[in-house]
């Protein structure tokens, strides 16, 4: 029965993070053509997106989440105890910038709070995934 669970949970991991690299793809997309953004909500997307906390180190925050959330794919095969690690800081990333859009911008990128809230589930299912293993373990 864990097994299932572990199998379910890590085929939900793998397809979210491949979610995440499509978003990462699209912001990167928009980013470079210039071209007019799907924005659920308002217009906010591309003043979230160009804003000084749409860059770090003067690159743009996709380029990263695009080379993070490839790592992840990878590393989820690799290393479950760094995968947990990954996870946790990408959803600590994730928190910092929800908070900066609602609270210091004013300002929501429906397409970056996607990105944000999935990884949330990411590091919470990653989190579960964890527990199960090491309780399997006797650790």
Do not use: H
Request: with cysteine; charged share 15%.
């Amino acid at each position: 029965m864990k097994k299932n669970k572990e199998k379910i949970i890590g085929k939900i991991l793998i397809s979210l993070i491949i979610i995440e690299i499509i978003f990462s793809l699209y912001l990167l997309y928009v980013g470079v053509t210039n071209e007019t953004q799907i924005c659920v909500k308002g217009e906010s997307c591309s003043e979230v997106q160009n804003s000084s906390y749409g860059e770090l180190f003067g690159i743009q925050l996709p380029y990263y989440s695009l080379v993070c959330f490839v790592a992840l794919i990878l590393i989820y095969f690799w290393n479950k105890k760094l995968f947990l690690i990954g996870t946790l800081l990408g959803g600590l990333f994730a928190i910092y910038l929800i908070f900066v859009q609602l609270f210091v911008l004013k300002k929501i990128c429906t397409t970056c709070m996607m990105v944000d809230i999935i990884m949330l589930l990411i590091t919470t299912l990653s989190c579960f995934l964890y527990v199960i293993k090491t309780k399997k373990n006797g650790r």
